[in-house]
T-cell receptor, first 117, second 113 residues
Framework: GAGVSQTPSNKVTEKGKYVELRCDPI?????LYWYRQSLGQGPEFLIY????????DSGLPNDRFFAVRPEGSVSTLKIQRTERGDSAMYLC???????????????FGNGTRLTVT | SQKIEQNSEALNIQEGKTATLTCNYT??????LQWYRQDPGRGPVFLLL?????KEKRKERLKVTFDTTLKQSLFHITASQPADSATYLC????????????FGTGTKLQVIP
């Protein structure tokens, strides 16, 4: 079946601009995660959704970052007033995990490579 | 604070040999540990999960061990092939909640033909 889809695959933007990154999770997966990965580093947690609500947004670096998942499926990560330091690979993952059970593996998309010039 | 350590130096081994990668962690008491594979420009792909009450888990040429006393997991690939070349990441649930999975920095494996 279809995996996690992320669009666009690459995004180049100028400093100060606003960007939106989209994630289509695997159908039926209730949990959705956003991670950020810099070169040579592991994925860094940003935010986790269980259904429509953000269950844990403790990884968002500041208030320029915001994510939504209005219907419990597709999610959008929004970055305002982009800075060069925001340049990274943004990864989305989904899983079957229900709250409290854990242990389900994460299924990742191939990410959006964001470059802020 | 919680920390996951993987050897940041690349591991180069000859084809056919066994590759062993290490994941050490501190300030965790994880209920499970996961290993993922990541190829350049791609998202990580899940390989294996091992629970705290399991000492060893196998899947084809892969073997994972989990020592909760040493706070260490070892990931083995036997009869390694050039196609096994990739970065391997270990991941643990954040102590504050199962759903927040934290990743190590990964170890890059290069299998030389």
């Amino acid at each position: 079946g279809a995996g996690v889809s992320q669009t666009p695959s690459n995004k180049v933007t100028e400093k100060g601009k606003y960007v939106e990154l989209r994630c289509d999770p695997i159908s039926g997966h209730t949990a959705l995660y956003w991670y950020r990965q810099s070169l040579g580093q592991g994925p860094e947690f940003l935010i986790y959704f269980q259904g429509t609500g953000a269950a844990d947004d403790s990884g968002l670096p500041n208030d320029r970052f915001f994510a939504v998942r209005p219907e419990g499926s597709v999610s959008t990560l929004k970055i305002q007033r982009t800075e060069r330091g925001d340049s990274a690979m943004y990864l989305c993952a989904s899983s079957l995990t229900r709250s409290g059970q854990g242990k389900s593996p994460l299924h990742f998309g191939n990410g959006t490579r964001l470059t802020v010039t | 604070s919680q920390k996951i350590e993987q050897n940041s130096e690349a591991l180069n081994i000859q084809e056919g040999k066994t590759a062993t990668l290490t994941c050490n962690y501190t300030n965790y008491s994880p209920a499970y540990l996961q290993w993922y594979r990541q190829d350049p420009g791609r998202g990580p792909v899940f390989l294996l999960l091992i629970r705290e009450n399991e000492k060893e888990k196998r899947k084809e040429r892969l073997k994972v061990t989990f020592d909760t006393t040493l706070k260490q997991s070892l990931f083995h690939i036997t009869a390694s092939q050039p196609a096994d070349s990739a970065t391997y990441l270990c991941a643990l649930p954040y102590s504050g909640g199962y759903q927040k999975v934290t990743f190590g920095t990964g170890t890059k494996l290069q299998v030389i033909p």
